[in-house]
């Protein structure tokens, strides 16, 4: 099992239709190769966990590498895990800015999670997105 973070920005601010589009791909594609994790989008900037076999990991993120949505990607992990961190749910999706009902639920998912986890057994990933919403003043 491997796991990859990363951070970057979208070229324009994206509409909630487009967001929607990266979404819904990301969720039926992620669901087939058993990958889990979050993404997190607020004014520009992405924040993802993918999270599965490693083999998987590593094409699917050199896919959206190259997707010309975004620039800017700094990789923040890229190792090796012994357990999933987001295993509820395929791609939980915040979108601060605009949140439709289901984004709601992503949203306050992902902060019960980061917020709820013991710091002795929080995980790399889970540190990183839980100071990444704190950054962000959203808890
Ligand atoms: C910020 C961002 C996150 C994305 N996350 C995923 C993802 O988790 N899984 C996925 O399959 N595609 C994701 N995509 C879409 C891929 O970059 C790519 O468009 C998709 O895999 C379809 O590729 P294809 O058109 O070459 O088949 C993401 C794109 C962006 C911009």
């Known amino acids: 099992m491997h796991h990859i973070v990363y951070a970057s920005s979208s070229y324009k601010i994206l509409p909630t239709e487009e ?32 999270e599965g076999e490693k083999s998987i990991i590593l094409s699917c993120y050199n896919q959206i590498f190259d997707d010309p949505r975004h620039h800017g990607i700094i990789t923040l992990l890229n190792e090796p895990i012994t357990t999933r ?15 439709s009902k289901t984004e709601q639920t992503g949203f306050s998912d992902v902060i019960a ?6 710091d002795e057994t929080i995980s790399n990933s889970q540190l990183i997105v839980r100071s990444y919403l704190k950054g962000l003043m959203m808890i």
């Open 19 to 50: 967001l929607n589009g990266i979404l819904e791909i990301a969720r039926r594609a992620n669901s087939a190769n058993k990958i889990t994790g979050m993404l997190l989008y607020k004014d520009g900037n992405f924040l993802h966990v993918l």
């Open 85 to 99: 961190s987001f295993q509820d749910w395929s791609m939980a999706f915040i979108s601060y800015d605009d949140l």
């Open 113 to 118: 999670l980061v917020n709820n986890v013991d």
